[in-house]
């Protein structure tokens, strides 16, 4: 009799153990508004949801090789004889307006998207308004992956190129460095052919130089072998990030993927952290699937908006599963294959918004204990901070991994207010502080908190830079609010 009653007793705080974050989650899902606010005819915005811009015109280019060339010979002749300025937009990810020029002529690169396999020589050539995915998706039948993306696929490979994005692929620099040549339409409306040797000047001003210098139409790109990877995990001190990522990761030729995640909920804030990395092994990748519902994953990490209570939740079963799946098995395009749906916020009156700091390994346990204050006292809310290696940049001119570097993704989550702007532009400004304080740098994509002068100190090319856009561009065509604003 005493036994059921103890079994009766196990069951019930099993039971309130397990309501308690489901009723979380529930809350999350409740809470959430899913109607979608449509961008009113004749204006743009970006990610951000921060950027809505009235426009000229949006004009989306066909997917068609001579096609394209006649229409944007067309809008350029119609945009100079009219004096209006054109920005160029893939996927509009970016957060400051970069794709946006007010009452300009959008270019809508999207549509653009055939592509090649060269088996031979492992080069994939690319319309510019493909998606990561779309390319994933085609060389993923032929037994090859990506070089070089970012951790989401749902970007455009030309967006990608121009803020010459980077992800967690071991060892690795920019995006730019996968990238073998490309064609440009140039402020002239001629075409040119831009490689390390042919254009050289042009080709590094254009991989990391923000749609300034022309429309990038074609580009080759040089792709590696999809592999079956192994997941493996480590959960350690942020202190010991370094000497675990040596032993690890570096010192680990079989590492092929690899990100770190630091807590950010106010119990032991930035105290934990988790290594990820992923292994080759000796086994035939699977053919890649459609995409799973993210849907549980999703609710997880909005649960963690404002709740110090979703923080520990996302944190512990984020950890817990992560223990579950080790040693799971994964073919690197199934890695790489990941929608920014994920976190996708469905309330209206807040935005999510991404910075990112590149810091040199030798300050990055002073960086986080720097960081540390300032965002402890900050109202912006923070869901995420990830940690990626990039290698040293040698191709791009405004390059941000001027040596090897740790990248710092920090994702926010800001109200849609007067205040919150405020909030988030002195926040933005005490973070770059203590990034330059540790000799790194910030990443550009991102809303454009940071003046002109603070800019050049972080990169000191800028002032070149735009010389140079005025050397290919002296009428200012290709414009857009990035250029405006730091110019
Ligand atoms: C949720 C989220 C996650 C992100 N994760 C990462 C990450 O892991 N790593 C990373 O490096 N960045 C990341 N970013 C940042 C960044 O915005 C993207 O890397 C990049 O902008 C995505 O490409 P896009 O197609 O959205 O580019 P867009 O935002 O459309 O464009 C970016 C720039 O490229 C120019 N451009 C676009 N197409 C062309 C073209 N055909 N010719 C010439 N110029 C062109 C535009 O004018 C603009 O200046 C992330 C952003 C978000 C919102």
Redesign the pocket.
């Given at each position: 009799m005493k036994k059921m009653h103890f079994w009766k007793i196990c069951l019930l705080i099993l039971v309130v153990f397990l309501s308690i974050p489901l009723l979380h989650i529930l809350k999350t899902k409740w809470k959430e508004d899913d109607t979608k606010v449509a961008i009113p005819q004749g204006y743009t915005d970006?990610?951000?949801r921060l950027n809505l811009t009235k426009v000229d015109t949006i004009i989306s280019v066909p997917n068609d090789k001579k096609a394209i060339e006649i229409q944007l010979r067309n809008i350029l002749k119609y945009a100079k004889a009219n004096k209006l300025k054109i920005?160029?937009?893939?996927?509009?990810?970016?957060?400051g307006g970069?794709?946006i020029y007010p009452d300009g002529i959008v270019?809508n690169?999207?549509p653009?998207k055939q592509m090649e396999l060269d088996t031979v020589s492992n080069i994939l050539t690319i319309g510019?308004?493909a998606?990561w995915e779309d390319a994933l998706r085609y060389l993923d039948k032929s037994g090859k992956s990506i070089s070089v993306?970012?951790?989401?696929s749902?970007?455009?490979?030309?967006?990608?190129?121009?803020?010459?994005?980077?992800?967690?692929q071991k060892d690795s620099p920019?995006?730019s460095s996968s990238v073998i040549s490309f064609t440009?339409m140039n402020a002239n409306a001629e075409i040119v052919n831009c490689s390390r040797e042919e254009n050289s000047e042009l080709f590094h001003l254009?991989v990391g130089?923000?749609?300034?210098?022309?429309?990038?139409?074609e580009v080759k790109l040089k792709v590696v072998d999809n592999v079956a990877l192994q997941y493996k995990y480590i959960k350690l001190s942020p202190k010991n990030y370094i000497s675990h990522y040596k032993k690890y990761v570096s010192g680990n030729p079989k590492v092929n993927m690899v990100y770190g995640r630091l807590r950010i909920s106010d119990k032991h804030f930035l105290e934990e952290a988790t290594l990820n990395f992923f292994e080759k092994i000796k086994a035939e990748p699977k053919l890649l699937q459609e995409q799973k519902s993210v849907e549980t994953q999703r609710l997880v990490f909005r649960g963690s908006v404002d709740s110090e209570y979703g923080k520990r939740l996302r944190w512990d079963l984020e950890t817990g599963a992560n223990k579950a799946r080790e040693n799971s098995e994964y073919s690197r395009n199934e890695v790489l294959s990941s929608d920014?749906s994920l976190?996708e916020n469905k309330d209206h009156s807040s935005t999510?918004l991404?910075q990112?700091y590149f810091i040199p390994e030798r300050n990055f346990n002073q960086y986080i204990e720097e960081i540390k204050p300032i965002l402890k006292k900050s109202e912006i809310d923070l869901l995420n901070i990830?940690i990626?290696d990039v290698h040293k940049d040698k191709d791009s001119y405004l390059s941000y991994a001027r040596e090897d570097m740790f990248?710092f993704?920090f994702?926010f989550n800001q109200k849609k207010t007067a205040q919150g702007e405020k909030e988030m532009k002195n926040l933005t400004n005490e973070l770059i502080d203590v990034a330059l304080k540790n000799g790194g740098t910030y990443?550009l994509?991102?809303r454009l908190h940071i003046d002109r002068n603070k800019m050049r100190k972080a990169y000191p090319q800028a002032e070149s830079f735009f010389k140079m856009k005025l050397k290919y561009d002296p009428e200012e065509l290709?414009n857009?609010k990035?250029y405006q604003h730091y110019r």
């Amino acid at each position: 009799m005493k036994k059921m009653h103890f079994w009766k007793i196990c069951l019930l705080i099993l039971v309130v153990f397990l309501s308690i974050p489901l009723l979380h989650i529930l809350k999350t899902k409740w809470k959430e508004d899913d109607t979608k606010v449509a961008i009113p005819q004749g204006y743009t915005d970006d990610a951000s949801r921060l950027n809505l811009t009235k426009v000229d015109t949006i004009i989306s280019v066909p997917n068609d090789k001579k096609a394209i060339e006649i229409q944007l010979r067309n809008i350029l002749k119609y945009a100079k004889a009219n004096k209006l300025k054109i920005s160029i937009a893939g996927a509009q990810h970016s957060m400051g307006g970069h794709t946006i020029y007010p009452d300009g002529i959008v270019l809508n690169m999207l549509p653009y998207k055939q592509m090649e396999l060269d088996t031979v020589s492992n080069i994939l050539t690319i319309g510019s308004g493909a998606f990561w995915e779309d390319a994933l998706r085609y060389l993923d039948k032929s037994g090859k992956s990506i070089s070089v993306m970012q951790s989401f696929s749902s970007f455009s490979i030309g967006g990608s190129m121009s803020v010459n994005g980077h992800g967690w692929q071991k060892d690795s620099p920019p995006i730019s460095s996968s990238v073998i040549s490309f064609t440009l339409m140039n402020a002239n409306a001629e075409i040119v052919n831009c490689s390390r040797e042919e254009n050289s000047e042009l080709f590094h001003l254009v991989v990391g130089g923000y749609g300034l210098f022309g429309i990038i139409l074609e580009v080759k790109l040089k792709v590696v072998d999809n592999v079956a990877l192994q997941y493996k995990y480590i959960k350690l001190s942020p202190k010991n990030y370094i000497s675990h990522y040596k032993k690890y990761v570096s010192g680990n030729p079989k590492v092929n993927m690899v990100y770190g995640r630091l807590r950010i909920s106010d119990k032991h804030f930035l105290e934990e952290a988790t290594l990820n990395f992923f292994e080759k092994i000796k086994a035939e990748p699977k053919l890649l699937q459609e995409q799973k519902s993210v849907e549980t994953q999703r609710l997880v990490f909005r649960g963690s908006v404002d709740s110090e209570y979703g923080k520990r939740l996302r944190w512990d079963l984020e950890t817990g599963a992560n223990k579950a799946r080790e040693n799971s098995e994964y073919s690197r395009n199934e890695v790489l294959s990941s929608d920014a749906s994920l976190i996708e916020n469905k309330d209206h009156s807040s935005t999510d918004l991404l910075q990112e700091y590149f810091i040199p390994e030798r300050n990055f346990n002073q960086y986080i204990e720097e960081i540390k204050p300032i965002l402890k006292k900050s109202e912006i809310d923070l869901l995420n901070i990830t940690i990626r290696d990039v290698h040293k940049d040698k191709d791009s001119y405004l390059s941000y991994a001027r040596e090897d570097m740790f990248g710092f993704v920090f994702l926010f989550n800001q109200k849609k207010t007067a205040q919150g702007e405020k909030e988030m532009k002195n926040l933005t400004n005490e973070l770059i502080d203590v990034a330059l304080k540790n000799g790194g740098t910030y990443y550009l994509p991102y809303r454009l908190h940071i003046d002109r002068n603070k800019m050049r100190k972080a990169y000191p090319q800028a002032e070149s830079f735009f010389k140079m856009k005025l050397k290919y561009d002296p009428e200012e065509l290709f414009n857009n609010k990035f250029y405006q604003h730091y110019r």
